[in-house]
Nanobody, 122 residues
Framework: QVQLVESGGGLVQPGGSLRLSCAAS????????MGWYRQAPGKERELVAQ???????YYADSVKGRFSLSRDNAKNTAYLQMNSLEPDDTAVYFC????????????????WGQGTMVTVSS
């Protein structure tokens, strides 16, 4: 089993910054992908950003230039730095990871964090 522990959400004014952290632990041989989805009230969950084991990153168009995703492989932790936050960024942010439990080729497993609330409001 794998656990994801998220932290860093909260209330921030428009234009402010927050950093989300997601730490993975448990039965992990390799972390192939880590990333964040978000879900705003009344909207579908959307992919915000992800980073692969080869450090290839993806960002949703709505956050490009404002959000930055990085990872610390030694700590199995990913960080989402969110700058120039806007009210439309208000959502529950869910960390996820795709891991393998043995050396490749091996099946992959996806796990989710519990979610952390980000509220951007004056």
């Amino acid at each position: 089993q794998v656990q994801l522990v998220e932290s860093g959400g909260g209330l921030v004014q428009p234009g402010g910054s927050l950093r989300l952290s997601c730490a993975a632990s448990g039965s992990i041989f390799s972390i192939n992908v880590m990333g964040w989805y978000r879900q705003a009230p009344g909207k579908e969950r959307e992919l915000v950003a992800q980073i692969t084991s080869g450090d290839t990153t993806y960002y949703a168009d709505s956050v490009k230039g404002r959000f930055s995703l990085s990872r610390d492989n030694a700590k199995n932790t990913a960080y989402l730095q969110m700058n120039s936050l806007e009210p439309d960024d208000t959502a529950v942010y869910f960390c996820y990871t795709v891991i393998a439990r043995t050396r490749s080729p091996a099946p992959e497993f996806r796990y989710w964090g519990q979610g952390t609330m980000v509220t951007v409001s004056s």
